[in-house]
């Protein structure tokens, strides 16, 4: 079970994955709303593992995302996304996202993926 | 060619029996003797580890089939392959995404695509996937890279037991545009015209498609139980839904709190 931050700009989605993720065991700690905050909270918090969305205002989630690469090249990220932006799961793949979650998605797949990349 | 183990149903019960399967035929052997020529197969269904073949004929055979998947993966192929559909020879990935996850090991298969009365048949050569049209959810034709190149490619997102799993057929658009076209019109029932879910629904629909409880639902959304339930009959008349199980909340009665009262007092010396 891990220590987890989730990063989405919308307050229904972060609330989505925080049940999904807590039902699953995980300890969630720490939400962010937007790409500079989750480098913030992620030097903050070190958490083992980050939900990144990847479309936010400011700072996006391919970003942020290398921004903790840079703090942390070891980082431990899953990419979260709608439908259609399979460019955009190159593109985080290229900058280290350890996977990758397409919105809507469902609670057993996510658990799955999440203690995949935990034990990668 | 091959004469394999099955058990076949026959008068609802189900019979040790042997297929002799061969290049355009399969032919029933024992319990009971049964030619079934591949091209007279009109519809296959996989449940499980049955397949459901039906023979064409005035009333239609229906015959029910299981064994081990070795003996299945031919079947299915043979049929699929020679069968009374139509049939187009394309590549396809399936699945491409499984409850939201993609799926890392996903390749491109070279193989045809068998459309049946009631599945779609992916079939090449190591894999047969099916997809039954009752199960498809959403279609779409759209681009995906492809070896470097942006290319047209047919999204199937379908139900697989209770995963929704999307896949991806691949081969030239106006072959694609007559699949997708046949597809619309066998799955125009699944489609939801005039009334329009309003927000919290839609949040409603998209916490029980991510698998929540209507207790999950209630304290994700804040709303209470009776409007949680307004939602849930709308989407029951609206056929997007269906129920699952019937939650009840009881409160004790007097009898039920003499009892719990009693059970907690410290035993008497």
Known sequence: ?120 | MALVPVKIEKDGKWLVGKIDLQQDSMNVVEPFKAAIPYKSVIDLEEKKNVLIVTVKGDPPVIYRIASVEKVLQAMKRFIAMSCSAYRLMAYFMSPAVRGGVMVTNATWEKGAIAVLKSTIWFVSQNKQVSVALKEVTSMEITKKEVQKNQVDVLKLDHMENTDVVTSYVLCPLSTLQILINFLKDATKDLEITGEELDPVAAQVGMLIYSGMDSHAIEKMLNIPYKNLDEIYEKLLKLGMAEVTQVRREVQLTPKGVRFITESVKPPTQ
């Open chain 1, 1 to 120: 079970m891990g220590r987890i931050l989730i990063v989405d700009d919308t307050l229904f989605m972060r609330t989505l994955l925080k049940n999904i993720l807590f039902s699953g065991g995980h300890d969630i700690v720490g939400e962010a709303g937007d790409g500079d905050e989750a480098i913030a909270k992620y030097q903050e918090l070190k958490p083992d593992l980050v939900t990144m969305d990847v479309v936010m205002p400011k700072v996006n989630g391919i970003e942020a995302l290398k921004g903790i690469r840079a703090i942390d090249p070891n980082a431990k990220v899953v990419m979260c996304t709608a439908v259609g932006q399979e460019q955009m799961v190159k593109l985080a793949i290229k900058t280290g996202a350890k996977g990758y979650i397409v919105k809507p998605f469902q609670a057993p797949k996510v658990l799955e993926e999440i203690k995949n990349v935990l034990s990668s």
